[in-house]
């Protein structure tokens, strides 16, 4: 017999949460990604070069995007792997405004924006997820496929790296601001820390997730991120150091997850699409 609270549905406090985060960030994008060299005049804190802005923007947009789709979406599971990245993620942050007060606009609305938000979301985000993953069946949906361990586990062992380097850039900003492709400050590193600890803990997480349906979502907001880090990274070239063998580590990796991620996308969506076709002509 099934647990009636095992329905696998979305609470409402999380599709109304989940709405009302969508504008902050659509904004923090805009500002960011469109005025990356105006920061001073628009946002929380002034931040040099102009690449820390736009990898900072791209992430905003990709969550944005994620946070549509849960308000949007009816099945937990398809959606519950994201909140505790971004739990990991909204930590960085507030730990970040906490140890850098002084280096932040105080007179900006932007700053005081960004510390409604980072002074919530690392509470609410993961009580949100404790609440709402007693829904979740664990099962594979009908038309489901399970993602291969080969591919599974090399995306675990990506995000374990992935957190590793986020959490040495916090706790060691000064050893990231001496290697890394950019400029860096001991605010930015530790911001940019965040956004590499998003998606490390989303990698550690696949440990225990085997389902498509669980990954998809998600996924397709880190290819979203990625695609526009690329096109920063394009945009900011002359913020980076060629002479610096991290300066091409980092673009190569980055290239590598975006094209990795989108070939990973489409052939388990093309899998899910023959998975649905028998069950499309049995109802015929």
């Not at 998809?216 to 526009?228: C, F, V, W, Y």
């Amino acid at each position: 017999m099934s647990n009636p609270n095992r329905d696998d549905r979305i609470l409402p406090e999380t599709h109304w949460i989940a709405l009302v985060i969508v504008p902050f960030l659509l904004a923090a994008f805009i500002l960011l990604y469109f005025w990356p060299d105006n920061t001073t005049e628009l946002f929380a804190w002034t931040i040099k070069p102009t690449m820390t802005p736009l990898i900072m923007g791209a992430g905003y947009i990709a969550g944005a995007y994620f946070f549509v789709r849960v308000f949007l979406e009816q099945r937990w599971h398809r959606v519950g792997i994201g909140f505790l990245s971004i739990t990991a993620f909204t930590w960085f942050m507030g730990l970040a405004t906490l140890l850098h007060w002084d280096r932040f606009n105080h007179n900006h609305v932007s700053f005081w924006a960004w510390l409604l938000l980072y002074l919530i979301t690392p509470l609410i985000v993961p009580l949100l997820w404790l609440r709402n993953r007693r829904t979740d069946p664990g099962t594979p949906e009908p038309d489901d496929v399970i993602i291969p361990n080969n591919i599974r586990w090399a995306i675990v062992a990506v995000g374990a790296i992935e957190f590793i380097v986020a959490l040495g850039m916090f706790v060691a900003p000064d050893f990231a601001i001496s290697t890394w492709p950019w400029k860096l400050t001991p605010l930015t590193a530790r911001v940019v820390a965040g956004w590499f600890a998003l998606p490390g803990v989303l990698g550690l997480q696949m440990i225990m997730e085997r389902r498509w349906s669980a990954l998809r979502i998600t996924l397709g907001s880190q290819i979203i991120g990625l695609a526009l880090i690329l096109v920063g990274v394009v945009r900011a070239w002359s913020n980076f150091d060629s002479a610096n063998p991290w300066t091409w580590l980092f673009v190569t990796l980055i290239g590598l997850s975006f094209v990795g991620f989108s070939i990973l996308y489409l052939a388990m969506e093309a899998r899910r699409g023959k998975m649905q076709a028998p069950q499309v002509g049995l109802a015929g």
